[in-house]
């Protein structure tokens, strides 16, 4: 990695911070045809730093993942050039059929994207329960990094 690469580059801790403050995730998976088919994600980070998302089993990214399991997974964020930061997660994803799971990740999305309260978590996780079964989780496996932040170009 170049040195101007390396300075402009997160720390793991910067990182860890940036992806579970993270809005919006860009999963690309590879299509029937070999080319890349990117989809923008709302996703968790769980207790141990996983990434994980929720998608019906028939979608068209779950065909993709059964065929190759490999993902690039793209967070950004900033306005402007100088702005700009991003992380992209490269890996492979695991489908877990466990509604116990896909429930779970369900109501932390409610939470993290609706402001679910924690009084309401019961009720929904029971409705989130009784939807699971169409659905599956996606846990990212991690294989490398790279990062980026240009507000330390002018450091």
């Known amino acids: 990695m170049s040195s101007s690469r390396r300075a402009i580059a997160l ?3 910067e990182i860890a911070d940036f992806v579970a403050a993270g809005r919006t995730l860009v ?3 590879l299509g029937p045809d070999g080319a890349p088919d990117p989809v923008p994600m709302w996703y968790v980070v769980d207790n141990a730093g996983a990434v994980l998302m929720r998608t019906y089993r028939k979608s068209q990214k779950v065909v993709n993942l059964r065929r190759d399991p ?3 997974a793209l967070i950004e964020a900033g ?3 100088v702005e700009l930061r991003g992380v992209q ?3 492979r994803i695991e489908l877990v059929e466990d509604d116990d799971l896909v429930a779970d990740v369900m109501v932390a999305l409610l939470q ?3 402001a679910l309260a924690d009084e309401h978590v019961v009720v929904a996780r029971a409705a989130a329960l009784q939807r699971a079964p169409k659905q599956v989780a996606m846990r ?3 294989d490398s990094v790279a990062s980026w932040d240009h507000r330390k170009l002018s450091s």
Do not use: F, N, Q
């Open 79 to 81: 306005e402007r050039y």
């Open 70 to 72: 490999r993902v690039a």
């Open 112 to 114: 993290k994207y609706e």
């Open 11 to 13: 720390s793991d801790a």
């Open 140 to 142: 990212l496996h991690v």
């Open 89 to 91: 997660l490269s890996g």
């Open 27 to 29: 999963l690309a998976t």
